[in-house]
């Protein structure tokens, strides 16, 4: 039954957006209407610890816990961080370790068992599709937090931001329970043996039974026809389908190809050469999703005359009311747009990943090029930290976005460090879990977005302050839907 359920493909995929943004509740919302719900990945081993540090008041997260199929684990996570409730209750969070590759085994379990919860909670109350996004360049806790999300019978893994190509062949294994291993990229490493990060289902599980697996979809996002094709010949076996993303989607965006040049706002200038040939990805033959600027009807269905099983949407679900981002910021980033004051950049710079990234400029964030240079550094959260070779021959970790001298001192360029912001502390604080500082300031949000932002007040009705996810399926079908439960 599960088979014959994943044949059938949705016409529209709700965009995976991190971090906590495409949170369990929008991705059940859309699947109990039968389109896919893609719950984001990213930071989740963090996120889900401040959650359960804030009380977890309805005891969702906690339920959830009590399904992990390790039990012991379940309660040693519930042990640890529903405990320290009072840390919060002084108005800051406890420090949750920074992923590395010698981490603790008890950063694993958070991150295993925050992905099983996620989609464990998204997947209730329907028998819709539910998937879960990745980002390639954010290796180390990618292996602990796919078989996190597998225990939970995630339907679809969807992973962009680089060039996934062993994600097939990990993903079959994982869902044996056999063990895994991914080389990891490590800066100025010479000629050194690839540096592996490994994970055992039979270790992580000591010694319990373990569970029968299915294996899940996988979908690569990529930007040009070049990379589905490579991708689809990889030894390590071909993706189920792709998302084909254009530079307009928010979030992260591949940076054009060969050199590029800025207009005068310092955005990247995409070209011809960075059109996506369409015509190729379709010739492949594995179904494909269009992504970014696709939230309307008419995009619908231009994609699907040009052979798209359908479109991945962002943008439109992200200001819904179901999302993850806190409400008071959806609010004002609402008015904004209807004020004509929500620019979206594609700030070449921001992120720390050196990716082009999309920036909403929102009064109050560090989208705003003053206040984001306000911020005083300090890298606590370390997703976007990259793994470097020290002349001691031991593995550093840094990241452009953490003070200055720091990054320097681990032999990064100070010239990296330019108009970077802190996208892990920034985008966190967007979804409410920002951290609040000793000297009593707090970490103010980030906000991306697609250049569709302007369009999204199409869904609120007349007499209304908001939309829901129903309103933005609605639109893009052009009917009235009912829940498929
Ligand atoms: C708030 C937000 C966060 C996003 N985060 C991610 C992410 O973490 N990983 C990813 O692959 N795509 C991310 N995206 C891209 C979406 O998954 C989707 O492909 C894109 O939004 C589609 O284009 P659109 O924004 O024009 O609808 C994000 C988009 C938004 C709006």
């Given at each position: 039954m599960m088979l014959e359920k994943k044949k059938v493909l949705p016409r529209i995929i709700q965009g995976g957006m991190g971090v906590g943004v495409s949170s369990w509740k929008l991705a059940r919302t859309v699947a109990s209407y039968g389109q896919m719900g893609v719950v984001s990945g990213t930071a989740l081993a963090l996120t889900f610890a401040r959650k359960l540090m804030d009380g977890d008041a309805d005891g969702v997260l906690e339920n959830a816990l009590d399904h992990f199929p390790f039990p012991k684990i379940a309660q040693r996570i519930k042990e640890k961080y529903l405990s320290i409730v009072e840390s919060k209750q002084k108005n800051r969070y406890r420090n949750v370790a920074m992923p590395s590759l010698d981490q603790s085994k008890e950063l694993t379990e958070l991150t295993v068992t925050a992905n099983f919860t996620e989609v464990f909670l998204a997947k209730q109350g329907h028998e819709g599709l539910i998937g879960i996004n990745f980002l390639e360049?954010?290796?180390?806790?990618t292996l602990p937090s796919i078989y996190g999300a597998m225990l939970a019978g995630v339907d679809y893994i969807l992973m962009g931001a680089g060039i996934p190509a062993r994600m097939p062949y990990t993903i079959s294994e994982l869902s044996l329970n056999h063990d895994v291993n991914i080389p990891i990229k490590i800066a100025e490493d010479g000629d050194n043996e690839p540096t592996l990060s490994y994970f055992s289902p039979t270790d992580f599980s000591e010694g319990e039974k373990l569970p029968i697996l299915e294996r899940p979809q996988f979908l690569a996002i990529v930007s040009s026809a070049t990379l589905a094709s490579h991708l689809n010949r990889s030894s390590f076996g071909s993706p189920d389908g792709f998302v084909v993303e254009a530079p307009i989607a928010g979030g992260h965006n591949a940076p054009p190809r060969g050199k590029t040049t800025y207009n005068e706002h310092g955005e990247p200038i995409y070209g011809d050469r960075d059109r996506i040939d369409i015509e190729a990805i379709a010739q492949i033959g594995l179904p494909f999703w269009l992504a970014g600027g696709y939230g309307s009807k008419e995009q619908l269905d231009a994609a699907i005359s040009q052979g798209a099983a359908g479109v991945q949407v962002g943008t439109a679900f992200a200001f819904c009311e179901e999302s993850g981002f806190e409400p008071s910021l959806k609010a004002r980033v609402l008015k904004a747009i209807g004020l004509g004051k929500a620019h979206v950049k594609t700030d070449a710079l921001a992120s720390p990943t050196g990716f082009p990234f999309k920036v909403a400029e929102i009064e109050g964030t560090i989208g705003i090029e003053a206040v984001g240079n306000e911020r005083k550094r300090i890298c606590d959260l370390g997703y976007l930290r990259e793994p470097y070779r020290k002349e001691s021959g031991k593995i550093g970790y840094r990241c452009p976005s953490e003070p200055e001298k720091d990054y320097v001192a681990k032999g990064g360029k100070i010239e990296d460090t330019i108009g970077r912001r802190c996208l892990c502390n920034g985008l966190v604080s967007a979804i409410g879990l920002e951290q609040k500082r000793m000297d009593g300031t707090k970490e103010l949000p980030l906000v991306t977005a697609g250049d569709d932002l302007k369009y999204i007040l199409k869904f609120i009705e007349p007499g209304k302050t908001s939309y829901q996810a129903l309103d933005v399926l609605s639109s893009l079908l052009g009917m009235k839907l009912n829940p498929i439960i």
């Open positions: 360049k954010i290796q180390i806790p």
